[in-house]
Nanobody, 115 residues
Framework: QVQLVESGGGLVQTGGSLRLSCAAS????????MAWYRQAPGKEREWVATIFPDDATYYQDSVKGRFTISRDNAKNMVYLQMNSLKPEDTAVYYC?????????WGKGTLVTVSS
């Protein structure tokens, strides 16, 4: 059973930093790409960043230079380091994985950036 459990969200002031974590289980972690998504109040869920098995990373333009995705294959963990946070980064952040065409998400962790 695929499980993704996010943690690390909270309330932070504009310009602050947070590090999100995602613990993955129930599938082979190392050969799979992992991603972070977010859903702001009243908006659709959107992709934020992806890390591939070879550690290549890709980011949504709005977070480039501020967010860093990383992974620890030994611990089956994926992280999102978020710096220089802005109020528009306020959202529920989800860890995601696509397995054989079926996408899986965790329950999310709330990030609130106050102005």
């Amino acid at each position: 059973q695929v499980q993704l459990v996010e943690s690390g969200g909270g309330l932070v002031q504009t310009g602050g930093s947070l590090r999100l974590s995602c613990a993955a289980s129930g599938f082979l972690f190392t050969p799979n790409s992992m991603a972070w998504y977010r859903q702001a109040p009243g908006k659709e869920r959107e992709w934020v960043a992806t890390i591939f098995p070879d550690d290549a990373t890709y980011y949504q333009d709005s977070v480039k230079g501020r967010f860093t995705i990383s992974r620890d294959n030994a611990k089956n963990m994926v992280y999102l380091q978020m710096n220089s946070l802005k109020p528009e980064d306020t959202a529920v952040y989800y860890c995601g994985v696509d397995l054989s065409g079926s996408h899986h998400w965790g329950k999310g962790t709330l990030v609130t950036v106050s102005s």
